[in-house]
């Protein structure tokens, strides 16, 4: 059974940085693809990172220049480093496991299997 936990979350002021991690069990997540969505409140769920088994990369144009995926293999763990917050980047942050080796990074959820619980970032102006 695949676990995926994250933590980092909080309240920063704009302009500050904070850094998700997602350590991931029951698989080792360097074999697949693996994503950070975040949600805000009435807002769907968007994909804003991601990486493939191949080491293909993703990034949404609102965090591109600002958001860093990375992997820690012997961890099993994914990192998400966010530098020049926004208050528009408030939201509840997801990790998610992509199971399905695709040579690009999914953007849709539905295409992701697991799921971590969520990690709410704040970003105050």
């Known amino acids: 059974q695949v676990q995926l936990v994250e933590s980092g979350g909080g309240l920063v002021q704009a302009g500050g940085s904070l850094r998700l991690s997602c350590a991931a069990s029951?698989?080792?997540?360097?074999?697949?693809?693996m994503g950070w969505f975040r949600q805000a409140p009435g807002k769907e769920r968007e994909c804003i990172v991601g990486?493939?088994?191949?080491?293909?990369?993703y990034y949404a144009d609102s965090v591109k220049g600002r958001f860093t995926i990375s992997r820690d293999i012997p961890k099993n763990t994914v990192y998400l480093q966010m530098n020049s917050l926004k208050p528009e980047d408030t939201a509840v942050y997801y990790c998610?496991?992509?199971?399905?080796?695709?040579?690009?990074?999914?953007?849709?959820?539905?295409?992701?299997?697991?799921w971590g619980q969520g990690t709410q970032v704040t970003v105050s102006s």
């Open positions: 990486i493939t088994w191949s080491l293909n990369t």
């Open positions: 029951g698989r080792t997540f360097s074999r697949y693809g």
């Open positions: 998610a496991m992509d199971l399905r080796r695709s040579t690009a990074v999914e953007l849709t959820p539905s295409e992701y299997e697991y």
